[in-house]
T-cell receptor, first 112, second 110 residues
């Protein structure tokens, strides 16, 4: 079983729709992250969380919100999707001992 | 200046060649460094961690130069399966965030 899972894996939606991407982990790590990746660009941090009561904005949080429902679950919402949010979205988790990040398989989101 | 900078490549090398990538970082407080491998449209996967001067794992060697603030990744005896994008990751001293380089693309040719 995968340590970090993301659902859905692919999603096509229309402009203005609300979309939720979900991330779950079985590694027991406290730190969870949401990134987006655009073709030819690096990973950009959207939000991160160190525990269920801790939510922090990353470099591109506008248009996104998150919810840390439990230690193992971290959801990303697009309140009103727009075409330039079309991207590959990755969830990642990290422990506090070695600070290594482990990524989920990604969600490919297309906003028409 | 970007937190982490990498040569985007692509590096086109024949099988069996030795190839090296460099990554420069701006935060002198960083204490640990990571190389990730990313295949097309897949998630990044941890390749190597560097906590001191360097690390070696089979054909892969990572070296850290704190004075010049760069880390390098050396791949010996390149395989076709090494073709991928290699991402350099540098957490700042407080580990709140992880700064990713934009990646170096490697193409290993037969």
């Amino acid at each position: 079983d995968a340590d970090v899972t993301q659902t859905p894996r692919n999603r096509i939606t229309k402009t203005g729709k609300r979309i939720m991407l979900e991330c779950s982990q079985t590694k027991g790590h406290d730190r969870m992250y949401w990134y987006r990746q655009d073709p030819g660009l690096g990973l950009r941090l959207i939000y991160y969380s160190f525990d269920v009561k801790d939510i922090n904005k990353g470099e591109i949080s506008d248009g996104y919100s998150v919810s840390r429902q439990a230690q193992a679950k971290f959801s990303l919402s697009l309140e009103s999707a727009i075409p330039n949010q079309t991207a590959l979205y990755f969830c990642a988790v990290a422990g506090t001992d070695r600070n290594e990040q482990f990524f989920g398989p990604g969600t490919r989101l297309t906003v028409l | 200046r970007k937190e982490v900078e990498q040569d985007p490549g692509p590096f086109n090398v024949p099988e069996g060649a030795t190839v090296a990538f460099n990554c420069t970082y701006s935060n002198s407080a960083s204490q640990s460094f990571f190389w990730y491998r990313q295949d097309c449209r897949k998630e990044p996967k941890l390749l190597m961690s560097v906590y001191s001067s360097g690390n070696e794992d089979g054909r892969f060697t990572a070296q850290l130069n704190r004075a010049s603030q760069y880390i390098s990744l050396l791949i010996r005896d390149s395989k076709l399966s090494d073709s991928a994008t290699y991402l350099c990751v540098v957490p700042p001293g407080n580990f709140n965030k992880f700064y990713f380089g934009s990646g170096t693309k490697l193409n290993v040719k037969p």
